[in-house]
């Protein structure tokens, strides 16, 4: 028997080697692959950390704000405004508002921060010392919580 000249012959002759050199590029490892990788997972942590730091926002300035009401101070809408909040806070726990000034000061703001949150422990009825709970890590989550709902 000859050798097979058909038409489907001559086309498989050009078609198979287009089609492997196609599949073969795409199969083959792309330098920017491990980039492309690389840039989603980092853009996926960004969103992740993005959608957990709004969410401890709300969750401090509806505590803030639930603080402010129970203690009948006024404008207690300021605890959803960043800079505003520590007006608040100092207006709840009656410090003086040059205070503010200290605040702006590193390490001192860390005293005084605690100072502040112990003056509004104080104000909502609870052991000052509910205050200095303020630099333990996770405690520091629950204390708003407990200072703005419970009773």
């Known amino acids: 028997m000859g050798p097979r000249t058909g038409v489907l012959s001559k086309f498989g002759r050009c078609v198979v080697p287009l089609l492997l050199t196609c599949v073969g590029s795409a199969l083959a490892q792309d330098e920017r692959a491990p980039n492309?990788?690389?840039?989603?997972?980092?853009?996926?942590?960004?969103?992740?950390?993005?959608?957990f730091i709004a969410a401890g926002y709300v969750?401090?300035?509806?505590?803030?704000?639930?603080?402010?009401?129970?203690t009948n101070t006024e404008n207690s809408w300021l605890a959803?405004?960043?800079?505003?909040?520590?007006?608040?806070?100092?207006?709840?726990?009656?410090?003086?508002?040059?205070?503010f000034v200290l605040c702006l000061i590193p390490i001192v703001n860390i005293v005084f921060a605690i100072i502040v949150w112990m003056a509004v422990a104080e104000a909502r009825g609870k052991?000052?010392?509910?205050?200095?709970?303020?630099i333990v890590p996770v405690a520091n989550i629950v204390v708003p919580g407990v200072l703005a709902w419970s009773d």
């Open 59 to 70: 969750y401090i300035s509806l505590a803030l704000q639930t603080i402010a009401n129970k």
């Open 127 to 134: 052991p000052n010392w509910w205050g200095v709970l303020m």
């Open 80 to 99: 959803w405004i960043p800079i505003a909040n520590i007006f608040l806070m100092l207006s709840i726990a009656k410090k003086p508002m040059w205070w």
């Open 36 to 51: 492309a990788i690389a840039a989603g997972v980092g853009m996926g942590l960004i969103l992740f950390s993005l959608v």
